[in-house]
């Protein structure tokens, strides 16, 4: 089965960084584009970034972009989100995802989550 483990996560401070990794198995990931999503403490999911299968092409949410870059080696099978200038509103649990075959469909298969607290 699909395996995607998300690390990095912790406490920061606002203005600081963050890199979140997520190291996936079970499938071969060059051949899927990867997301990252997040949910807040009490609100629904978020989607944060989306980068194409050969790392080529990215998206970012307004909330996020000109802060956050997503990337990927698909030689260590690894996604990437770095993250700057992070504010309080970023606190969240952040999820990588496998887009579903409808990319307007929710996601098929995510990953366990890493909790990001930014908080002074």
């Known amino acids: 089965q699909v395996q995607l483990v998300e690390s990095g996560g912790g406490l920061v401070q606002p203005g600081g960084s963050l890199r979140l990794s997520c190291a996936a198995s079970r499938f071969t990931f060059s051949n899927y584009a990867m997301n990252w999503v997040r949910q807040a403490p009490g609100k629904g999911l978020e989607w944060v970034s989306l980068i194409d299968n050969g790392g080529g092409s990215t998206y970012y949410a307004d909330s996020v972009k000109g802060r956050f870059t997503i990337s990927r080696d698909n030689v260590k099978n690894t996604l990437y989100l770095q993250m700057n200038s992070l504010t309080p509103e970023d606190t969240a649990v952040y999820y990588c995802?496998?887009?579903?075959?409808?990319?307007?469909?929710?996601?098929?298969?995510w990953g366990q989550g890493t909790q990001v607290t930014v908080s002074s």
């Open positions: 995802a496998r887009p579903a075959s409808n990319t307007l469909d929710p996601p098929d298969y």
